[in-house]
């Protein structure tokens, strides 16, 4: 008998699942439920305290409270985590939302539910083995009750416009050209309620996009602002030359550092911090693009946009609450707490907002800051009419890609049409990264093309799972 009762718990994990990864580039006006990424995600462990069997809170503002009280805002995607933290077998119901976990038998073990908060009011959320509600294992989850608690953190905005691509060189010849950059160390809103300690160029992650042409020369200013710590430094991919511009940029607090370089090839190159440690330096932010535009310039596209991953690695775990500091042991490990587009936990889907219609062409400059993973970059919903691989943006580009591979240190420029209005979420398909925050939205508005995609499927708005 209990091996029905698991069988059937498989079944629906596996209904859930197929549905995930089904609902993608959700509509705004047609909200088919679960989307591929939630809007609040909470964390329990089971425990024993005092006797009693109960939930804990693991991150976050729930962290280490006793059966937490989980606030949501009504129409809210919820995934909770859920940890066995005692050894014995569990699992994690929120029963008025259709929503059951696997049974957790060994410590250690996790598992998660997903589902939307569609009606407002207090529910409950228990462990269905017998006995373990009366045992303790009882919480609230209050939907659409207001006084979802703001948390208090509060940091600078560091993530970088996607929009900010500069101004395309088109067909002038070669010319001199000044980049100026300044290195900071400002505390930055990584997520809502966390801060950590940025390392920058221009104050902003990732650094700016420098748009020069083939054959131009540069003069690269670099300031180190009085108010830093550590020294810094700036190494082109672009630049042929000692440290790509590193042996001679670094500069002690309060210094500035200058060196011209000849544009002697094209393509889309990352630059980033070369000073000791430079895997830190980079993590912390110091990274961005310079693309060198071919003769002639590049192909007119409607929207341009700058992207770029990064990874974090902080001694707290990712969704822990008020200041997170660096950890060198987790960074040698190459174990990020945090990953993200442009900066920041939200900056791709709450900060700045990507926008198309519908028949325009779409064109990301796509690099990778790191300083360790590789990329799968992908955009759900869409293919990738033209890979410029690696960024080389001479030879002809790949046509029909639905996923490219961006090392560290690495770039590529992609571009598509967008045909079928709808929410694209940018993510690397490596996709356990979305959990840590990798993920970006580009809306596309417009009139619906029947022709490339319709469905007479009739959105559910009780769908859970
Ligand atoms: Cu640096």
């Known amino acids: ?257 200058s060196f011209t370089f000849k544009a002697i090839n094209p393509g889309l190159f990352v630059y980033h911090c070369a000073t000791p440690m430079v895997a830190q330096h980079i993590s912390n932010g110091m990274y961005g693009m310079i693309l060198v535009e071919p003769e002639g310039g590049l192909p007119t596209v409607d929207r341009e946009f700058y992207v770029m991953q990064g990874e974090l690695y902080t001694n707290q775990p990712h969704g822990t609450l008020g200041e997170n500091e660096f950890s060198l042991e987790k960074l040698l490990k190459e174990q990020p707490e945090h990953m993200m587009f442009n900066g920041t936990m939200d900056a791709l889907t709450k900060t700045h907002k990507m926008e198309a219609k519908v028949g325009e062409t779409v064109r990301i400059f796509f690099g990778v800051g790191g300083p360790n993973a590789t990329s799968s970059f992908h955009v759900i919903g869409e293919v990738f009419d033209r890979v410029y691989s690696q960024a080389d943006l001479t030879s002809a580009p790949l046509k029909n890609v639905q996923t490219i591979s961006v090392p560290p240190g690495g770039a590529s420029m992609v571009e598509f049409k967008v045909e079928v209005p709808g929410r694209y979420i940018l993510v690397d398909h490596a996709l356990s990264r979305l959990e840590k925050g990798l993920a970006g939205f580009l809306y596309v508005t417009g009139p619906a093309n029947p022709a490339v995609f319709h469905t007479t499927q009739k959105a559910d708005p009780n769908s859970g799972h």
């Open 1 to 257: 008998m209990r091996n029905g009762f698991l069988k059937k718990m498989m079944a629906t994990a596996v209904i859930g699942l197929a549905s995930l990864s089904t609902a993608f580039a959700a509509e705004p006006h047609h909200d088919t439920g679960v989307k591929y990424r939630p809007d609040v995600t909470f964390t329990l462990r089971t425990d024993i305290a005092d006797g009693k069997l109960v939930f804990v809170g693991e991150t976050g503002a729930i962290k280490g409270q006793v059966n937490p009280q989980l606030a949501v805002a009504e129409g809210a995607i919820v995934q909770i985590n859920l940890v066995n933290g005692d050894g014995a077998t569990h699992d994690i119901s929120v029963p008025d939302f259709g929503a059951t976990s696997n049974q957790l038998n060994t410590k250690g073990a996790s598992t998660a539910i997903v589902f939307k908060a569609d009606k407002k009011g207090d529910f409950k959320y228990i462990c269905t083995l017998p006995g373990h509600v009366q045992a303790g294992m009882i919480g609230k989850i209050v939907v659409g009750g207001g006084g979802i608690a703001k948390p208090e953190a509060k940091g600078a905005e560091v993530s970088r416009s996607p929009t900010e691509v500069g101004q395309p060189i088109g067909k002038r010849g070669p010319q001199s050209v000044t980049v100026n950059l300044e290195t900071t160390e400002v505390l930055g809103q990584l997520a809502d309620g966390t801060t950590y300690k940025y390392w920058t160029f221009n104050s902003k992650v990732p650094g700016p996009f420098i748009r020069v042409r083939l054959g131009d020369t540069v003069t690269v200013n670099m300031a180190n602002a009085k108010d830093s710590h550590m020294i810094h430094s700036v190494d082109f991919h672009a630049v042929t030359g000692p440290g790509g511009g590193a042996a001679v940029t670094q500069a002690g607090p309060g210094t500035s550092k």
